[in-house]
């Protein structure tokens, strides 16, 4: 056979590609297991990433709230290394909860907890964690873990809105910011006995009796009034937004500034909104009889008021109206504990609270020796007017839809904080 014969008769025979194909299975198994290595182990990474967000974002809320009942400005509270080291321990504590780690195991290094003050002085916490993730499939590629890392945002500021009382304070009744412990009486206007401080310009009728907001009418009823006393304003009342800050947050505003910014908010008699709110002051006042059953619940709690501007913080005051019709632009809302009421009314009495007005038991706390509980009253006779006694507190406040300008420890920090997440 010629040799062209013998190479044609080879190149005729049938082939075995049983190893080609082999290699090329090993190849493709390779590239697979890469693929669901990605989906597998990244995916637990995204899933990981999100658990930590939350975490992250728990975390910040809580060593916000943690501030919410410490007073001072935002300097001065940022510079506190003792609040910065207790509220890390707190975002370490919540965070650690989330992840479902053993929060009592040695506090982890890389999630530091940064406090500081934005431009309108109200004070900002910030932190950033990382995880490593355990991988799965990835170990066959010497990958371990895979880590990752989320940062969170809260802001400490005074409430825009809150749930109050519907009584309304002056400003000269709640002036500066909130300082703890101290007792001191609220008059109420002249036409119900005298011994407010607030101008007689400013006088509403019988106290500051206000109708809540989603109130439909201006009822006058003791019913109403007692329930609102009682529960508080279902619907929030909201402070008036763009007031004048202060720049730097601790210098002072234009009285006038600020009067016309809030008169112009509230121009009309009769407007009526939740941060214009108006009087109710007909057959509401704090001596009947449904009211004042109300009253004793009170005593040692916190309460929130909202407030109004007058003399000397607005210039002139930025009440409008008479009576009912009385319009109140809501300056600030103010935090305080109910020590006492002095009541004069012949069917009522007086009542007062041993926790915040007994100068026994805590004179610090009352310096002034006021004592709702003593017909004789405070300095002259003041058995026949009517008196609050309370003290300033701070209250937090659930909020994370609305904002204010205000800073914290100014005159427009009433003691009711919110903490917003900003990031």
């Known amino acids: 056979m010629r040799v062209h014969d013998r190479l044609l008769s080879r190149l005729e025979r049938p082939r075995d590609d049983r190893g080609a194909t082999a290699v090329i299975v090993a190849i493709l198994a390779v590239m697979l297991v890469g693929i669901a290595s990605f989906t597998v182990d990244f995916g637990q990474a995204y899933v990981s990433k999100r658990q930590l967000q939350t975490a992250t974002d728990a975390g910040v809320l809580a060593a916000g709230a943690y501030y919410t009942d410490k007073e001072g400005t935002c300097a001065e509270l940022s510079a506190n290394t003792t609040y910065t080291n207790a509220a890390q321990d707190i975002a370490n504590n919540i965070v650690d909860q989330n992840l479902g780690l053993d929060p009592s195991a040695p506090a982890t290094p890389d999630r530091p907890l940064s406090v500081t003050c934005n431009s309108n002085g109200q004070l900002v916490v910030g932190m950033t964690a990382t995880r490593a993730t355990p991988v799965t499939l990835g170990a066959i590629y010497g990958v371990k873990s895979i880590t990752t890392g989320r940062s969170s945002e809260a802001t400490v500021a005074p409430a825009a809105s809150a749930q109050v009382k519907p009584y309304a304070l002056c400003s000269s009744q709640a002036q500066g910011p909130p300082v703890s412990g101290e007792v001191f009486q609220v008059g109420d206007p002249g036409q119900a006995g005298g011994g407010s401080d607030c101008p007689d310009s400013e006088t509403g009728g019988n106290w500051w009796w206000l109708d809540c907001p ?24 909201t402070i008036i937004p763009d007031q004048p800050t202060p720049t730097p947050p601790a210098a002072a505003v234009p009285p006038t500034d600020l009067s016309a910014a809030l008169t112009a908010h509230c121009s009309t008699a009769g407007d009526r909104s939740s941060d214009c709110v108006t009087g109710d002051t007909g057959n509401s006042s704090l001596k009947n009889k449904k009211v004042y059953d109300e009253w004793p619940a009170l005593l040692g709690k916190k309460i929130l008021l909202p407030v109004f501007c007058g003399a000397p913080t607005c210039d002139p005051d930025t009440v409008n109206g008479t009576g009912t019709h009385t319009v109140y632009p809501v300056y600030k809302v103010a935090a305080m504990v109910l020590c006492g009421y002095h009541i004069y009314d012949k069917a009522s009495g007086y009542s007062g609270s041993d926790e915040c007005n007994n100068t026994v038991d805590d004179p610090d706390t009352n310096p002034s020796g006021f004592d709702a509980t003593s017909a004789a009253g405070q300095g002259g006779d003041d058995s026949k007017k009517v008196w609050l006694y309370v003290r300033y507190t701070h209250v937090y406040v659930s909020n994370d839809k609305q904002f204010t300008d205000a800073g914290l420890g100014t005159d427009q920090d009433g003691g009711a904080r919110q903490v917003t997440l900003t990031k």
């Open 214 to 237: 989603e109130d439909t009418a201006h009822s006058g009823t003791p019913d109403i009034i007692a329930e609102n006393l009682k529960n508080g304003c279902s619907d929030p009342i």
